[in-house]
């Protein structure tokens, strides 16, 4: 059974190849992340699954109902969290969350007792009648988050939820997304943060310039590599050497006399190793 | 299809409603100024058909601003999607395209027909009494649905809001002069008359006007409205379909 499904999708703007056949199948209950640079494609694939822009081919489902040819049924399957922060500003909290539910043909009495649950589930319940210009960064975050969930669907897409936020309010996003996570809603979020995919995904994808370049589980992406591994100078930039054990790091390092740093091996080591270039 | 309407609707009315207080007056203020410098200034002793021109004018301004108000919803979706992003929520939402523009139409015609009322208030003020019946409101409906529908097929075709003040400049402004609202066409040269009668507006000040006078009605301009409004209306929805990028 897969939630999520994309097959050998392309998206071509006027000059540029967005996507260049890119295959994903995400599995119900999971978080998934699809990490890369900037421009490397992950709004592009969100706001295709998403309806919000048409592809050049390719197949997308969700929840195994096709988006274009069962546009309506497949907008129920999901949630979306954009990147921008696209909420009526002048309404007030309440208002924003009503609107959402008619869109969604939610009857009345479920709009209002859902409103409640998930207010309080991300810690909004004072604001419910301030207007959102009033909130701050990360309120507005957490109100499109509710927003996003109101109707009840089986997958919540997120688009970079945390970028541009301080790191303490960044990680009382991460706790919601594994709260959530919980209640058995699959997650796809997109992000340009190594850590953040590291922290939160149960398999994550590296995209780069439109194509997938690996897909696994953190784990597994970074076991090729080994467990620690050196940063150290060299003439020319900084050279990274990895080890499988600790002790052959540290016996290594005692030949050499620059400076250097030892560390465990992360997500980014994996990415760099793949497409020879940072994330950021 | 009734429930994504109602959701873009009311959105559009909770809006107005947190603005009504700064919205009013900006209705009254151009039909106020247009009142007092036609009237007092240009107007004396000017006769139109046997009506004074205030009586003569008033319908045409109730022309203009249902067209004007009616459309001024195309800067509303403009903001609406540039500036706040918030059309992606409608996009990404299982609501029709129909019920979408539905929507937005039904908060412009009640737009135009709140500015509406403050003319007719100022007009009251100002002393004209004119025949408000059923006529004059099915000829204002049609009027701003045609606008209403053409604001929304522009705003899915504009790039951006520098571009939707352009559509303002070039269409609204000089079809709100030339469209038989301050002065009657039948004075211009034929051929003028002619081309001005291509205008929607044309026809609309024609209708609205012969209500307020109690003067004989052209139902083939109720239908022309009709059929263009339909027409926009749909074109609105295809465009809608196609502002995905
Ligand atoms: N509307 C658009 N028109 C033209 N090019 C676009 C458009 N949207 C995105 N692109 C291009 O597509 C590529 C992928 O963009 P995007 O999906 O936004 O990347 P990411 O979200 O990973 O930063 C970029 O090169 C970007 O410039
Ligand atoms: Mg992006």
Same mark, same amino acid.
């Given at each position: 059974?897969?939630?999520?499904?994309?097959? !050998?999708?392309?998206?071509?703007?006027?000059?540029?190849?967005?996507?260049?056949?890119?295959?994903?199948?995400? +599995?119900?209950?999971?978080?998934?992340?699809?990490?890369?640079?900037?421009?490397?494609?992950?709004?592009?694939?969100?706001?295709?699954?998403?309806?919000?822009? =048409?592809?050049?081919?390719?197949?997308?489902?969700?929840?195994?109902?096709?988006?274009?040819?069962?546009?309506?049924?497949? +907008?129920?399957?999901?949630?979306?969290?954009? =990147?921008?922060? !696209?909420?009526?500003?002048?309404?007030?909290?309440?208002?924003?969350?009503?609107?959402?539910?008619?869109?969604?043909?939610?009857?009345?009495?479920?709009?209002?007792?859902?409103?409640?649950?998930?207010?309080?589930?991300?810690?909004?319940?004072?604001?419910?009648?301030?207007?959102?210009?009033?909130?701050?960064?990360?309120?507005?975050?957490?109100?499109?988050?509710?927003?996003?969930?109101?109707?009840?669907?089986?997958?919540?897409?997120?688009?970079?939820?945390?970028?541009?936020?301080?790191?303490?309010?960044?990680?009382?996003?991460?706790?919601?997304?594994?709260?959530?996570?919980?209640?058995?809603?699959?997650?796809?979020?997109?992000?340009?943060?190594?850590?953040?995919?590291?922290?939160?995904?149960?398999?994550?994808?590296?995209?780069?310039?439109?194509?997938?370049?690996?897909?696994?589980?953190?784990?597994?992406?970074?076991?090729?590599?080994?467990?620690?591994?050196?940063?150290?100078?060299?003439?020319?930039?900084?050279?990274?050497?990895?080890?499988?054990?600790?002790?052959?790091?540290?016996?290594?390092?005692?030949?050499?006399?620059? =400076?250097?740093?030892?560390?465990?091996?992360?997500?980014?080591?994996?990415?760099?190793?793949?497409?020879?270039?940072?994330?950021? | 299809?009734?429930?994504?309407?109602?959701?873009?609707?009311?959105?559009?009315?909770?809006?107005?409603?947190?603005?009504?207080?700064?919205?009013?007056?900006?209705?009254?203020?151009?039909?106020?100024?247009?009142?007092?410098?036609?009237?007092?200034?240009?107007?004396?002793?000017?006769?139109?058909?046997?009506?004074?021109?205030?009586?003569?004018?008033?319908? @045409?301004?109730?022309?203009?601003?249902?067209?004007?108000?009616?459309?001024?919803?195309?800067?509303?979706?403009?903001?609406?999607?540039?500036?706040?992003?918030?059309?992606?929520?409608?996009?990404?939402?299982?609501?029709?395209?129909?019920?979408?523009?539905?929507?937005? %139409?039904?908060?412009?015609?009640?737009?135009?027909?709140?500015?509406?009322?403050?003319?007719?208030?100022? @007009?009251?003020?100002?002393?004209?009494?004119?025949?408000?019946?059923?006529?004059?409101?099915?000829?204002?409906?049609?009027?701003?649905? %045609?606008?209403?529908?053409?604001? %929304?097929?522009?705003?899915?075709? %504009?790039?951006?809001?520098?571009?939707?003040?352009?559509?303002?400049?070039?269409?609204?402004?000089?079809?709100?002069?030339?469209?038989?609202?301050?002065?009657?066409?039948?004075?211009?040269?034929?051929?003028?008359?002619?081309?001005?009668?291509?205008?929607?507006?044309?026809?609309?000040?024609?209708?609205?006007?012969?209500?307020?006078?109690?003067?004989?009605?052209?139902?083939?301009?109720?239908?022309?409205?009709?059929?263009?409004?339909?027409?926009?209306?749909?074109?609105?929805?295809?465009?809608?379909?196609?502002?995905?990028?």
């Amino acid at each position: 059974m897969t939630m999520i499904q994309v097959n !050998n999708l392309i998206k071509n703007y006027k000059k540029v190849e967005a996507l260049a056949g890119v295959d994903i199948h995400v +599995k119900p209950g999971e978080i998934f992340a699809y990490l890369g640079p900037n421009g490397a494609g992950k709004t592009t694939t969100i706001r295709i699954l998403t309806g919000l822009t =048409q592809a050049t081919s390719g197949t997308c489902s969700i929840n195994g109902f096709n988006i274009e040819k069962q546009v309506c049924q497949a +907008k129920q399957q999901y949630g979306l969290v954009p =990147q921008a922060i !696209n909420l009526d500003q002048e309404l007030t909290v309440q208002e924003n969350l009503i609107i959402h539910g008619w869109l969604y043909r939610m009857k009345s009495a479920d709009i209002s007792s859902r409103i409640h649950a998930l207010l309080d589930y991300v810690e909004l319940s004072e604001k419910k009648k301030s207007q959102v210009k009033t909130l701050s960064g990360g309120m507005k975050r957490r109100l499109m988050v509710a927003r996003a969930l109101l109707h009840g669907p089986k997958v919540l897409f997120l688009d970079e939820p945390t970028v541009g936020l301080d790191p303490g309010i960044r990680r009382k996003i991460w706790a919601l997304i594994k709260k959530i996570q919980t209640t058995g809603t699959t997650i796809f979020l997109t992000t340009h943060y190594i850590e953040e995919a590291e922290f939160l995904a149960d398999r994550v994808a590296f995209l780069d310039q439109g194509r997938i370049v690996a897909l696994d589980t953190p784990d597994r992406l970074m076991e090729n590599l080994g467990a620690w591994a050196i940063d150290r100078l060299v003439e020319d930039g900084m050279e990274t050497v990895y080890f499988k054990t600790r002790h052959e790091a540290e016996r290594f390092n005692t030949l050499k006399s620059e =400076q250097f740093t030892l560390r465990r091996v992360n997500l980014e080591d994996a990415f760099l190793d793949l497409t020879g270039k940072k994330v950021k | 299809m009734i429930h994504g309407i109602i959701a873009i609707y009311v959105r559009e009315m909770l809006i107005l409603r947190r603005r009504l207080t700064r919205q009013i007056p900006s209705w009254s203020i151009s039909p106020f100024l247009y009142l007092t410098a036609f009237s007092y200034a240009v107007g004396q002793g000017v006769e139109i058909a046997g009506h004074t021109y205030m009586e003569f004018l008033i319908p @045409g301004l109730i022309a203009m601003s249902s067209m004007t108000q009616a459309f001024a919803i195309a800067s509303e979706i403009n903001i609406a999607r540039f500036y706040w992003h918030i059309f992606e929520e409608f996009q990404a939402s299982p609501i029709s395209k129909v019920s979408y523009v539905g929507g937005e %139409v039904l908060a412009g015609m009640t737009r135009a027909m709140l500015s509406i009322l403050v003319i007719m208030a100022l @007009g009251f003020l100002f002393g004209v009494r004119l025949n408000y019946g059923l006529a004059f409101f099915i000829a204002l409906l049609l009027n701003s649905f %045609v606008f209403a529908s053409l604001a %929304v097929a522009l705003a899915m075709v %504009v790039k951006s809001h520098a571009d939707q003040s352009m559509l303002n400049s070039f269409i609204i402004t000089p079809m709100a002069f030339l469209g038989g609202t301050f002065f009657p066409i039948d004075r211009l040269p034929a051929w003028a008359g002619a081309v001005l009668n291509l205008l929607p507006l044309t026809h609309a000040s024609k209708i609205i006007r012969a209500a307020c006078l109690n003067e004989p009605l052209s139902i083939f301009s109720y239908f022309l409205l009709l059929a263009i409004g339909i027409l926009f209306f749909f074109i609105a929805v295809r465009c809608v379909e196609k502002a995905k990028d």
